[in-house]
């Protein structure tokens, strides 16, 4: 058996500049024979210059590229029904590549397919919807579900009940988590402070699109600041501050001259990690995050993190109420903020040691040792409830 990896193109500012090196670990860690399938990047700059989660021409680009790569691959009768081709994203243009050339050849060159999704158009928050794009999108995901030998891995509960509703046919799988790589992160840090010695700070790590509700975040600030005057809420991008409403980027600047907030822009993953691992909280008010990387760095880097019990993340939080705040309850949310600010949570590590070991979960499903997280039977709402760790 081997493993074609369709991985993603690398930004700076997004953890696919990363996703490729801690895929890989896990694959030479377990002994997995593997193939990583290039692809051609569109430019040199590491940055999302149109569209919000990756680049639109760049990712179209770089897609395109790896799937005649893979073509060539099976063309040259490389792959066969032993193997496994895994895409780090449900969307790759050039898919339909696929169900066109299985569906002419004979079974023994048919492999076994992995498309783990992110969000896609079955997420009423996802960027598709607001661009205007989830009509084809939708359908694009129905030919997924239809391509020979295709199982699809769903990040959480939550996300697989939104599959099953929109009536996907193809075998559903929750890994439980995002591709992370905790030490990785660890080793990019010299110095990871005490947290009675680090500052009171609250970092936004989320992009600053209207999904991941800013104006909460801001509103937050400027109430608790009341109070609170020395504690310092910060936005840190990979980018430049940017939304998909400009009317939230107008405002942070706006409280940003009044000292209600602290503006990080176009940061490096090494200069936002070493700010993390000076943090005492991360900081999430997201309607659409679907597990968040965001909440695995800052873990790693002993950085306490608050969470809306909201979709996915009672799961990722393992149902621990000091860390989870009633969704959109400002009250609450400063309640368990001043707790968290003054001391490190006990479960500190918990989630990033969790999602460490969610590629060894898809790498389980992949090779027939994770029947266990498979989704798509009757009772597939019976383990929503129960603490994963």
Known sequence: MKIFYMGLEPYEGRYTLQLQDWTERAYKKRGIDYVVVPGTTIDDTKAISVG??????????????????????MRNGEVTNKDIIFFEDMFQPGMESLPYILHQVEDKHRPTIYLRCLAQAIDPDDFVHVWGMSKWMS?????????????ILATNEEMVAHMRIANWS????????LSFGK??????????KPFVERTQRVVFGARWDQEKQPQFFMDLATKYKETHPDVEFAICQGGPLRSNNDFYVQEAKHLAKEGILTIHENLKKNEYYEILADSRVMFNC?????????????????????????RSFPETFAND??????????????????????????????????TNGTIDRMIDIMTGKGEQWRRDGQHYRTPVSEAKY
């Open 286 to 310: 997201a309607l659409q995050d679907w597990v968040s990387n965001t909440v695995s760095e800052a873990d790693s880097l002993g950085c306490n993190t608050l969470f809306p019990a909201y």
């Open 52 to 73: 919000q989660v990756l680049d639109a021409h760049g990712r179209s680009y770089f897609g395109m590229s790896q799937m005649m790569n893979l073509v060539q691959m």
């Open 139 to 151: 359908m694009y995901e129905q030919m997924c579900n239809e391509i020979p030998n295709v199982n």
């Open 170 to 177: 193809a075998p559903i799988y929750n890994i439980s988590g």
């Open 321 to 354: 109420h000091t860390r989870l705040y009633v969704p959109w309850s400002q009250q609450d949310a400063m309640d368990k903020l001043e707790v968290l600010l003054s001391k490190p949570s006990p479960s500190i590590g918990k989630i990033s040691d969790w």
């Open 183 to 192: 030490e990785e992160v660890q080793s990019r840090v010299e110095n990871i």
